[in-house]
């Protein structure tokens, strides 16, 4: 099993839409969770970051967090064309500090 | 801020020769990475910095590759021989510990092409 993992897509939503991404990570014992955004060619940017179980927002975007299922899922409300791009998840694992470890991504396509 | 700055953003090559990256962190920064990214692979870490000092470089893939950072300001990741399945684009990235999360901030990336 991957430590981090993701569907790597394409998610296509239409424009206005939610988009919904999930991620699962092994290490039972972490304790953070991030979210990446990169576009085409660009370099990955953090966009979220969540500690607790549950929900945080930030403008359009929703994190979740269950560590009891360990997963982690990203939803993108009104999902506009800018959004698309692919969506990291990273996870730092425990035993190294602050060494993150990155699933495979998400590429969403948001379609007028 | 200008950001992680890295160079060149673009290097093409030919099998056998020496290619040197480089990067300069955000200034305060004390963490310094190295990352591999490939369609086939995704996003690898090669080898992270704390302080100057190395302290895992378990992704560094073989002995071609090594990576120095000799001051705060300065790193560069080398390939020496370089070979066609080294090509990817190699992001460096710094952060700040201490913050209250480990956001990580990545330079443009160099897309190395091997031929």
């Known amino acids: 099993q991957k430590e981090v993992e993701q569907n790597s897509g394409p998610l296509s939503v239409p424009e206005g839409a939610i988009a919904s991404l999930n991620c699962t990570y092994s290490d039972r014992g972490s304790q953070s969770f991030f979210w990446y955004r990169q576009y085409s060619g660009k370099s990955p940017e953090l966009i979220m970051f969540?500690?607790?179980?549950g929900d945080k927002e930030d403008g359009r975007f929703t994190a979740q967090l269950n560590k009891a299922s360990q997963y982690v899922s990203l939803l993108i409300r009104d999902s506009q064309p800018s959004d698309s791009a692919t969506y990291l998840c990273?996870?730092?694992?425990?035993?190294?500090?602050?060494?993150?470890?990155f699933g495979g991504g998400t590429r969403v396509l948001v379609k007028p | 801020d200008a950001g992680v700055i890295q160079s060149p953003r673009h290097e093409v090559t030919e099998m056998g020769q020496e290619v040197t990256l480089r990067c300069k962190p955000i200034?305060?920064?004390?963490?310094l990475f190295w990352y591999r990214q490939t369609m086939m692979r995704g996003l690898e870490l090669l080898i992270y910095f704390n302080n100057n000092v190395p302290i895992d470089d378990s992704g560094m893939p073989e002995d071609r590759f090594s990576a120095k950072m000799p001051n705060a300001s300065f790193s560069t990741l080398k390939i020496q021989p370089s070979e066609p399945r080294d090509s990817a684009v190699y992001f460096c990235a710094s952060s700040q510990l201490g913050k209250a999360y480990n956001e990580q901030f990545f330079g443009p990336g160099t897309r190395l092409t091997v031929l």
């Open positions: 990273a996870v730092p694992i425990k035993a190294a500090g602050n060494k993150l470890t």
């Open positions: 969540i500690y607790s179980n």
């Open positions: 200034s305060g920064h004390d963490y």
